[in-house]
């Protein structure tokens, strides 16, 4: 049996690539020094203390901040130090930590499974797909964690975000146990809805991840949102909204904000919407948002799928892929929010 389920796929191929990305660069410089008279006896707090490397059984951690994090100078670590061990020679930490450093998990990005708890457990640890973190559907407690947050594991594939591509790289991975979507007679697809259960393990498993490597919302984000052509988890029934207001998790617009863009788009909306330089600033914004879609001018496949990634998100009431009047006025809305940098 075990066997049998070894060869149940997910249907994905996964590229494994590990370009190098760009380290950033510090902006830190260190004080003037005040000059005080010798007779002035130091206090502890004119010497900045250098926090310590503790050892627990021969492996050490580093768990305290002495940088400025507002300057994405950061310096905390929530694993052990791995350090290299050269024959003949010593590696010291008499001048560690550097300040200039940040984290290299800069996403978090959430998935469904498409199988049932069984097959997801046997897929995501013994195939070529894996996740950091996977959450079951069985009610109980336990979130279960298949690769360390240290090291890529390898379930966005072909991916991109704004700037950023082959987000293996730089992200933290949740699948969560559900069945995905079936066609109806016409071809809708009909998603299986997340239990509640669920969604506040996520809710609180995200929340936790986020907070320690201080991810922004514009990067917490569906697997559809980066492969927008390939995929479509975590789905419509996935609530980003709930996220949001209850967590403060991820993005949202405002509605009062939508409800204006939403006015100024209805007087004109409809003549417009064959010309190819609409088609082409539609396309533009949903690029500047983040989405890796080609500027054709034209509503070909791509940007239908880009689209409906995008209501997969933002609009999941309707998921149809075409651009409306309100899906233009809530990426309207998004982008007043968050502005890209
Ligand atoms: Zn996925």
């Known amino acids: 049996m075990r066997k049998i389920l070894y060869f149940i796929g997910l249907g994905t191929i996964i590229l494994s690539c590990a370009p190098q990305k760009n380290v950033k660069t510090s902006s830190y410089r260190p004080k003037a020094t005040t000059v005080q008279p010798k007779t002035v006896t130091k206090t502890p707090t004119s010497e900045k203390a250098?926090?310590?490397v503790t050892n627990d059984r021969g492996v050490e951690f580093f768990t305290t901040n002495i940088a400025d994090a507002a300057k994405n100078d950061n310096t905390i670590s929530y694993g052990s130090i791995v350090s290299a061990k050269p024959a003949g020679y010593k590696v010291v930490k008499t001048y560690f930590p550097a300040i200039a450093q940040n984290f290299r998990q800069r996403y978090l990005i959430l998935h469904y499974t498409a199988l049932p708890d069984d097959k997801s457990i046997t897929v995501l640890t013994q195939q070529a797909v894996s996740a950091h973190y996977l959450v079951n559907n069985t009610g109980d407690n336990?979130?279960?964690?298949?690769?360390?947050?240290?090291?890529r594991s390898y379930h966005a594939g072909v991916s991109s975000w704004?700037?950023?591509?082959?987000?293996?790289?730089?992200?933290?991975?949740?699948?969560?146990?559900?069945?995905?979507?079936?066609?109806?007679?016409?071809?809708?697809?009909?998603?299986?809805?997340?239990?509640?259960?669920?969604?506040?393990k996520v809710a609180a498993l995200a929340k936790d991840i986020i907070t320690?490597?201080?991810?922004?919302?514009?990067?917490?984000l569906a697997h559809s949102d980066i492969a927008p052509t390939r995929k479509q988890d975590p789905g419509p029934l996935f609530p980003w909204k709930r996220l949001y207001d209850e967590y403060q998790i991820g993005m949202w617009y405002d509605q009062e904000t939508k409800q204006s863009y939403h006015d100024l788009a209805m007087m004109d909306f409809a003549a417009k919407y064959n010309?190819?330089?609409?088609?082409?600033?539609?396309?533009t914004q949903l690029q500047k948002f983040g989405?890796?879609?080609?500027?054709?001018?034209?509503?070909d496949d791509a940007t239908k799928k880009t689209i409906?990634?995008?209501?997969?998100?933002?609009?999941?009431q309707n998921y149809d892929g075409i651009m409306d009047a309100e899906t233009w006025a809530i990426l309207q809305a998004l982008l007043q929010k968050y502005p890209v940098k």
């Open 308 to 316: 409906e990634a995008f209501q997969y998100h933002f609009r999941p």
């Open 142 to 151: 336990e979130i279960y964690q298949l690769v360390d947050e240290n090291k």
């Open 212 to 220: 320690r490597y201080q991810i922004p919302a514009t990067n917490v």
């Open 50 to 52: 250098k926090p310590q």
């Open 291 to 299: 989405y890796g879609v080609e500027l054709s001018g034209k509503w």
């Open 162 to 200: 704004r700037t950023d591509k082959n987000l293996n790289d730089t992200s933290i991975g949740i699948e969560i146990v559900n069945s995905g979507y079936t066609a109806d007679s016409i071809g809708k697809r009909i998603f299986v809805p997340f239990s509640d259960a669920q969604i506040k």
């Open 275 to 283: 010309e190819s330089s609409f088609i082409f600033n539609v396309q």
